[in-house]
């Protein structure tokens, strides 16, 4: 065991296929499915993909903590959002704001955490299958973008600096980006909205044929007391002008 230990991975792979441990087919296999989809030869023009960082970031990326690890920051993030709208009139050099500021500076450096770790992995923009490729991989940096400026010009009081500020609002939609259900029902809803939108023209156009047929059918036909007309059909006496008294029934 201590000399399997001192020993190189690729070497111990060799062994275990001569000694039939390891099937060469499985082995194959292996290597088909490592950066599946990814067509990025060299990410950021410089890690190719026997690179060994780029090789640990793939394995972070895909390793079933990480999405669950995000998650749970996406969701600590949201619910911080919600507690800061309570933190308004706070003062500055309050504890409370301090560590409202402190969290936010560590949920954006694990957010920015995971950006690098997903384009080394995966590349940045030039092939199939990279970073930016992918639509809500854009909204995720995008989110990230504005996290790290606002961040940076926490001490600037300008009006855009405040439209930055609003735009923390965007991080719960985050999570649609690591939910493959979601991602689904919201895709299905985009897809969707050319047909709904007919779909509306069609129910508009029957509304408007029955409220013509309404108007031509019943106009004039309810009549109600223009002196008091929650008094309908009920006795009801006025003075006309100061003079003689009228009266309703």
């Known amino acids: 065991m201590d000399d399997l230990d001192d020993m190189d991975e690729k070497v ?15 082995l194959e296999r292996e290597k088909r499915l490592l950066y599946n ?11 190719n993909k026997k690179n060994k960082i780029r090789l640990f970031a793939y394995k972070v990326y895909k390793h079933k903590l990480f999405d ?5 920051l996406i969701a600590v993030s949201s619910i911080k959002l919600a507690v800061d709208s309570y933190l308004v009139n706070y003062p500055p050099d309050s504890l409370t704001i301090m560590v409202s500021e402190n969290v936010d500076i560590f949920m954006n450096v694990c957010f920015l955490f995971e950006l690098i770790t997903k384009v080394i992995a995966m590349g940045f923009a ?3 299958g990279s970073y930016i490729r992918e639509t809500w991989n854009q909204l995720d940096c995008f989110i990230v973008a504005t ?9 600037v009081e300008l009006p855009v600096i405040k439209i930055l500020r609003l735009l923390r609002t965007l991080r719960p939609l985050r999570v649609i980006s690591h939910n493959i259900a979601m991602k689904l029902i919201v895709a299905s809803l985009f897809e969707s909205v050319g047909a709904i939108f007919n779909v509306m023209i069609v129910v508009l ?8 047929f309404a108007i031509n059918i019943f106009a004039g036909k309810f009549f ?3 002196i008091g007309k929650y ?3 009920t006795k009801y006496q006025c003075n006309v002008n100061g003079g003689s008294w009228l009266r309703f029934e």
């Open 231 to 233: 008094t309908y059909k």
């Open 147 to 155: 996290s790290l400026l606002d961040m940076s010009l926490t001490n």
């Open 205 to 212: 156009a029957v509304w408007l044929m029955f409220g013509i």
């Open 68 to 72: 669950n690890i995000i998650m749970f």
């Open 224 to 226: 109600y007391c223009s």
């Open 37 to 47: 989809g990814i067509a990025c030869e060299n990410s950021l023009y410089v890690l």
């Open 126 to 128: 030039m092939d199939d």
């Open 12 to 26: 111990i792979r060799e062994i275990f296929m001569d000694e039939g441990i390891i099937k060469k087919k499985d």
